[in-house]
């Protein structure tokens, strides 16, 4: 199994670019989170998907901030404009079948984004 | 409030001996999954071990255990023989059931660990 595989690994770009992040993941798995993590903050997570649904955005910092499922196994997180209080580790985890309290979350390996 | 609060920003241990990472966490919920993860210097995030709520049992997954202590809400890891590999950032977090059958995740901010030769 591949994992969950996130696209880019790193990324720079200018304060007002936008700037889309992607997510492949687990075959099979059912719920998908994305999350931020930076120094300041820790891990937040931003955002929940079960069945391609989104079930908890509370998490999305402000309406530059946007994310999409449009099929199992794909998914999307945009930031439009971008600004440099942005810049973080975003990270897209997936669970399998229920996001049950007992199902962990496999992360994939994070995108780097730094906002000039 | 802090769902989970782990009140140790930084711990070393000498490698080969024992150390324990603190974890307490605050829920209403009868329904609850607790899980450790740790992140090495390369950035992913590692599944290390999981405790359910209705667990009699403390878990176990080689030299990492979990020690549940559920009426004090804390779920603190064990981790036996300490290696230089273990020195990484741990999270504690905790899946609960915010919304009828939708389990939120919340996490720590994370201990880092040092393992010295």
């Known amino acids: 199994d591949a994992g969950v595989i996130q696209s880019p690994r790193h990324e720079v770009t200018e304060m007002g670019q936008e700037v889309t992040l992607r997510c492949k993941p687990i075959?099979?798995?059912?719920?998908l989170f994305w999350y931020r993590q930076t120094m300041m903050r820790g891990l937040e997570l931003l955002i929940y998907?079960?069945?391609?649904?989104?079930?908890?955005d509370s998490g999305m910092p402000e309406d530059r901030f946007s994310a999409k499922m449009p099929n199992a196994s794909f998914s999307t997180l945009k930031i439009q404009p971008s600004e440099p209080r942005d810049s973080a580790v975003y990270f897209c985890?997936?669970?399998?079948?229920?996001?049950?309290?007992?199902?962990?979350?496999?992360f994939g390996p994070g995108t780097r984004l730094t906002v000039l | 409030a802090q769902k989970i609060t782990q009140t140790q920003p930084g711990m070393f241990v000498q490698e080969k001996e024992a150390v324990t990472l603190d974890c307490t966490y605050d829920?209403?919920?009868?329904?609850?999954?607790l899980f450790w993860y740790k992140q090495p210097s390369s950035g992913e995030m590692i599944f290390l071990i999981y405790?359910?709520?209705?667990?009699?049992q403390n878990a176990t997954e080689g030299r990492y255990s979990l020690n549940f202590q559920k009426a004090r809400k804390s779920a603190n890891l064990v981790i036996s023989a300490s290696q230089l590999g273990d020195s990484a950032m741990y999270f504690c977090?905790?899946?609960?059931?915010?919304?009828?059958?939708?389990?939120?995740?919340?996490f720590g901010r994370g201990t880092s660990l040092i393992v010295h030769p």
């Open positions: 405790q359910g709520s209705y667990d009699q």
């Open positions: 998907f079960n069945n391609n649904v989104p079930i908890d």
């Open positions: 075959s099979g798995h059912n719920s």
């Open positions: 985890a997936s669970s399998p079948v229920g996001g049950a309290s007992y199902n962990e979350q496999f």
């Open positions: 977090a905790m899946r609960e059931d915010r919304s009828g059958g939708s389990y939120i995740p919340t």
């Open positions: 829920t209403s919920d009868p329904s609850y999954g």
